[in-house]
């Protein structure tokens, strides 16, 4: 893990070529992103007023941004007025340090967490790990991906590429190694194995004396963490352990509770396709007698001041996770979220996590490319992000290099690798594109050959001709029939 | 009303049956169309593969080239929305780098004046009934920019059904693209042709005999496809619809 990216991956074009031929993951994703999509549509055509809720999402959130020095002042000030302690984490690596020295100060060796994203993009597991201290996922999708020794795949249903079937022999292979075996025979009826996974849970959290969670919001005006979930094990986590720590981006923050209103309506239906998901647990620090004794709040940077920087690609840091992107996503729904090699895949995780981690890596560089641009992820952001706009700027950067924020200091990057001779070519083409005789020069000669041209293309035009046929060159251009029988004037 | 055909690179060099047939439309419905011969191309593929500095010269060139012209058509969505959508952030992009206002000029310039053709027919002209003939059965894919970025909507669909003879059958997953991307299509080669093959295998299960598009970028893709796998389906331009009679079938 470094920063978002999973180190040792190869870049988007070659994994994706891997995972589109693997059928079963294409049924599965084919599957479970085509019903998602079709409930969410009916979801949000149930609002007449969903336009309205849109663009005040993006501008709470595009305000919230404009003014985070502001808000997170506040945030420090209000959780630790109603007893939180709030800490400071620039980057991943400090986040880990503080997380892992506030469970050792406990003493305790394990602990229990809610599904977050944040401490995914940190390798906070990981860094536990080393440190001797194990760390239970206790979202169901999170559990089987932990159980499989797996990678998330997406990011709100983590084993979107497992089925049933896999889900099964997952349980019966491995909870035993993690805590209370599945139960003899089980099956892969969905009620069933919720069963098996609500038993091996129900043990943890009993056990369990501190918790990790992020926070979908944090309410400025009041201090105020809110998760929203499905399954109930985020509010066991939030309220049994004595101890609770939550890793949360800075730019999680709305000031108000009626700001906070407008998300609480956009974000199920936008992620689960629900009005209001089942669970909403929200917190201000601590409570005497109710909840946890000891609450930590880890403000988390790791690139999003320097995103913040760029006029462009900051729209990504409105982001709430929802998914909906992924799930219109004609690139995803074939390649699946592994293919992105990072914490945060699809549409938006090729816009996030090449700003949240540079573009250094051959693989981040890549991640701007995987789209083709048709816009269905921009259509369903519950915030309005231009997917497409901040890919296209990316892809700029990854093809000239330029001008970018690290650690808050201005520096020029270099153009990734690989792009002279797609830069030459672009250059060509622009030239001739600005000299029309060029242009109707190089139109005669194609032509001239048209009966030469081959079916199959060497070089870069193989990646055409291996699926698609070349149309048929024309006998002449359209400009020539304009000034050959339209156009006296011309020759 | 002086109305200028801005034909497109793609459509120029591989597919001058589109801008002949655009021509012909138009002059059917009394419409004067001038072809500007300085035209070559709108910059969307340096734009959209991040080379934006190398399609400045072809926006300072669509500027010069369309100036005074009331209406610049185009037989494509996606040059279309590269002018509408894309021209304005060139422009302001080189402002905020201090390279002056001439881009953002441009853009203010052409921008409201730049239609795709089925914009031009329902919006400007007041038609949907064109006096086509076109006795086929069609599939209409809606090409991505034009449905999203320029927001089409009916327009193409009220046309085709005001076509006689024109049978049209509804396309399943419709508004899913067509993997093409521009070069998406090579840069992604597999994603693309995966998205190909399963846009190409719903248009032959609509029993169609042509599938029709706003856009002959997504239809080369579309077409190679239908091609490759060796289905009879016919890709077509609307405007090669539209402009089709009972005396000429295009």
């Known amino acids: 893990m470094n920063g978002g990216v999973y180190v040792g991956m190869p870049a988007f074009p070659e994994a994706a070529e891997a995972a589109v031929r693997d059928e079963v993951l294409r049924g599965n994703l084919r599957h479970a992103t085509g019903t998602i999509r079709a409930r969410r549509a009916a979801a949000v055509a149930e609002l007449s007023d969903w336009a309205a809720l849109r663009a005040a999402g993006a501008a709470i959130k595009e305000r919230t941004l404009r003014h985070l020095d502001h808000y997170l002042l506040q945030v420090e000030e209000r959780v630790t007025a109603a007893g939180g302690v709030v800490h400071w984490a620039a980057d991943a690596a400090e986040a880990n340090r503080i997380v892992t020295d506030l469970v050792r100060e406990t003493g305790e060796r394990e602990v229990v967490k809610v599904k977050s994203m944040a401490t995914q993009e940190i390798g906070l597991n990981e860094a536990l790990a080393e440190a001797g201290i194990t760390a239970y996922e206790t979202d169901l999708a999170e559990l089987i991906v932990q159980l499989g020794d797996d990678r998330p795949s997406h990011i709100l249903v983590p084993a979107i590429h497992r089925n049933r079937g896999e889900i099964r022999e997952i349980f019966a292979d491995r909870m035993a190694t993690w805590g209370r075996p599945a139960p003899d025979g089980l099956t892969d009826e969905p009620a069933e194995l919720a069963e098996a996974a609500r038993l091996h849970l129900r043990e943890k959290f009993l056990r369990a004396r501190v918790a990790v969670s992020g926070a979908n919001f944090v309410v400025a005006e009041t201090g105020t963490l809110a998760v929203v979930e499905s399954e109930g094990n985020g509010r066991m986590c939030l309220t049994l352990p004595e101890t609770l720590i939550s890793v949360v981006g800075i730019e999680k923050i709305v000031p108000t509770w009626r700001d906070l209103e407008v998300f609480l309506q956009l974000l199920p239906r936008s992620s689960t396709a629900e009005r209001m998901n089942p669970y909403t647990s929200l917190w201000t620090g ?81 991640l701007p490319y995987a789209s083709s641009l048709c816009g269905a992820c921009y259509e369903v952001c519950p915030v309005a992000i231009d997917i497409p706009d901040v890919l296209v700027h990316l892809r700029e950067r990854a093809a000239n290099g330029g001008a970018v924020s690290r650690r808050g200091t201005p520096v020029r990057i270099r153009p990734a690798r690989g792009h002279a001779a797609e830069r030459a070519a672009m250059r060509a083409a622009a030239w001739a594109f600005d ?17 030469l041209h081959p079916r199959r293309l060497p070089g870069p035009g193989r990646a055409w001709t291996a699926s698609r046929d070349l149309p048929t060159f024309p006998e002449q251009s359209f400009r020539d029939w304009w000034t050959r029988n339209r156009d006296d004037r011309q020759p | 009303m002086r109305v200028a055909l801005f034909v497109t690179c793609v459509n120029d060099t591989l597919y001058p049956r589109t801008g002949r047939a655009v021509v012909a439309l138009l002059e059917r419905l009394g419409v004067t169309v001038e072809f500007p011969l300085g035209q070559s191309c709108c910059g969307q593929a340096q734009f959209n593969t991040g080379y934006r500095r190398e399609a400045e010269p072809l926006v300072a060139r669509f500027g010069r080239v369309f100036e005074g012209f009331d209406y610049v058509v185009t037989p494509s969505g996606s040059c279309t929305a590269m002018v509408r959508e894309n021209y304005p952030r060139v422009g302001s992009r080189a402002r905020a780098e201090g390279r002056g206002e001439a881009l953002a000029r441009v853009a203010d310039s052409v921008v409201p004046r730049t239609l795709e053709l089925t914009e031009f027919l329902v919006d400007v002209l007041g038609v949907t009934d064109v006096g086509a003939y076109y006795p086929h059965r069609v599939t209409y894919h809606p090409t991505c920019h034009g449905l999203r970025m320029l927001g089409l909507g009916e327009r193409p669909y009220r046309l085709l059904r005001a076509v006689r003879g024109l049978e049209l059958v509804e396309l399943p997953g419709a508004e899913e693209c067509c993997g093409f991307g521009g070069t998406f299509a090579v840069k992604n080669a597999a994603v693309s042709a995966a998205m190909g093959a399963d846009k190409a295998r719903a248009v032959v299960e609509t029993g169609a005999s042509a599938v029709c598009t706003v856009d002959n970028s997504c239809q080369m893709h579309i077409g190679g496809t239908l091609s490759r796998m060796g289905a009879a389906v016919r890709p077509v331009h609307i405007a090669e619809i539209l402009a089709s009679t009972e005396e000429e079938i295009w």
């Open chain 1, 286 to 366: 601590t409570t005497e007698g109710d909840g946890p004794r000891a609450f930590h709040l880890v403000l988390l940077d790791n690139g999003r001041s320097d995103t913040l920087a760029d006029t462009v690609g900051r729209q990504a840091l409105r982001c709430i996770r929802c998914s909906a992107c992924l799930n219109v996503c004609p690139v995803y729904e074939r390649t699946g979220g592994h293919a992105y090699g990072s914490v945060y895949p699809g549409p938006i995780g090729a816009i996030l996590t090449p700003q949240l981690q540079g573009m250094e890596d051959e693989l981040a560089a890549s």
């Open chain 1, 435 to 451: 000299r029309p005789g060029a242009l109707r020069a190089a139109q005669r000669l194609g032509a001239a050959t048209r009966r």
